[in-house]
């Protein structure tokens, strides 16, 4: 989670909403990087997991990341958790509730869904506060601006 935090921070560089993601593979060591980048690619699919997503799969030259971990800072929305679903992760661990969008147990529960052929684990609320004062920070900077 800490190298997914450092992933938000670099994310505001570009005026993006400090997302960031990491891939750990099945023995447990980063593999791939992802910060969103909506704002600095102009790309409305450009989430921090998406882009981890894609890294890691191209890194293990494989769409299936059987055995893999998707860390991110803030709960995934419908896509992203419907990437996850789709990478086959094992495991979604996330800092941050989104209560407005969170698609990971607070507004729908896209990767518990029975209805799925795949559920991964999910732990939830990893360093939840570090990870909500960035976007707290972040919002508030806005608004004074
Ligand atoms: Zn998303």
Redo the contacts with the bound molecule.
């Keep these: 989670m800490r190298s997914a935090l450092a992933e938000a921070r670099a994310a505001m560089e570009s005026g993006d909403v400090p ?1 960031g993601a990491v891939v750990l593979g099945p023995d447990g060591h980063v593999i791939a990087t992802g910060r969103n980048e909506r704002e600095l690619t102009g790309d409305p699919t450009a ?4 882009i981890a997503l894609r890294a890691a799969a191209e890194r293990l030259r494989s769409w299936r990341l059987t055995g893999c971990t998707l860390v991110v800072t803030l709960e ?6 419907g ?1 996850a679903v789709l990478a086959r992760v094992d495991r979604i661990v996330y800092g941050a509730v989104d209560l407005k ?1 969170g698609a990971v147990g607070s507004l729908w529960d896209v990767v518990r869904d029975r209805r799925l052929n795949h559920r991964p684990e999910v732990i939830a609320e990893i360093l939840a506060e570090e990870c909500g004062a960035l976007l707290t920070e972040f919002f508030g900077r806005r608004r004074v601006r």
């Design positions: 997302v989430h921090a997991e998406v995934p929305c419908t896509m992203c958790a990437a969008a």
